[in-house]
């Protein structure tokens, strides 16, 4: 029988953060077993980790949500960096994902902190059009855009589409038409919208609506969060050395702090966080 481990990331509370799945041991599981494990575990991602050698203290790691694999996950990345620590001992990790290399290193002083290096970024213009759609399938206006934020479609390892809230409420007040949604991202080989409402130059407020994996929204989402620190450096909004506080999950009751760091030698994009048993 598989074990699946299950952790919070980007907390220090089980309640709060992003709940994962991970599985340590994925050897021998097809993609149909992961998809039907994840299922069961019913988050918005487990990681399944096989030890990829001849490397030490490498994996080849598959994200899948309840209903799709995706091609990387941070929250669970995180997690299954911090329970690979607390059993192998704090120190640098290799997981090879679909969407490249992202190396991970644990430090196990107090509460175990993971910070994953994204794979390579880029950031793309977004039709008029396609905001549009978000918007309406949001029930959003164009006037609750920042226009200081202009909307984005950034990756960093998973495509997210940036849109910026003008108000604190106006992300407080989410709700959405989850069937359209769905389909105008899926049609965009979007993973998540990232919803952001900036409370000063390196503090923002993040939600994040994942209806192509079946989960109404996303409580700390690492992907986008990287995905995000390219989206700033891209518009001159941040400069490296810069590091970038994200709270999200406050408006579900899960409130979580992702820690975005810039570094002027690298394009990567270093997201960290700690994690904990549930």
């Not at 002083?109 to 949001?138: K, R, Y």
């Not at 609506?209 to 450096?233: C, M, N, Q, S, W």
Request: charged share 20%; with cysteine.
């Amino acid at each position: 029988m598989t074990e699946v481990l299950r952790y919070a990331a980007f907390t220090a509370d089980p309640r709060g953060g992003n709940p994962a799945g991970v599985v340590l041991d994925a050897t021998g599981l097809d993609a149909a077993a992961m998809l039907r494990i994840a299922a069961d575990v019913g988050y918005s991602e487990t990681a399944f980790l096989t030890p990829a050698p001849p490397q030490d203290r490498a994996y080849t790691v598959r994200y899948f949500s309840p209903k799709m694999e995706v091609p990387f996950c941070g929250h669970a990345t995180v997690a299954a960096a911090v329970a690979l620590g607390e059993r192998i001992g704090p120190g640098d990790l290799l997981f090879v994902t679909p969407a490249g290399e992202v190396p991970v290193t644990v430090r196990g002083d107090g509460i175990p902190e993971a910070t994953l290096v994204s794979v390579a970024p880029h950031v793309h213009q977004v039709s008029e059009a396609d905001v549009a759609e978000a918007l309406g399938a949001l029930g959003w206006s164009a006037d609750d855009l920042d226009p200081a934020l202009p909307p984005r479609i950034a990756y960093a390892g998973a495509r997210h589409l940036v849109l910026a809230a003008a108000t604190r409420d106006r992300l407080a007040d989410l709700a959405y038409d989850f069937d359209r949604l769905a389909a105008f991202m899926t049609a965009r080989d979007l993973v998540t919208l990232q919803l952001v409402w900036r409370a000063d130059p390196t503090t923002f407020h993040v939600r994040d609506p994942f209806p192509v994996g079946g989960v109404i929204e996303d409580p700390a989402t690492g992907a986008a969060a990287a995905a995000f620190g390219a989206y700033l450096r891209d518009l001159g909004e941040t400069t490296p050395p810069a590091t970038l506080t994200l709270h999200q999950g406050d408006d579900m009751g899960r409130p979580g702090i992702l820690r975005v760091t810039l570094q002027p030698d690298d394009p990567r994009i270093h997201v960290s966080g700690t994690a904990v048993p549930i």
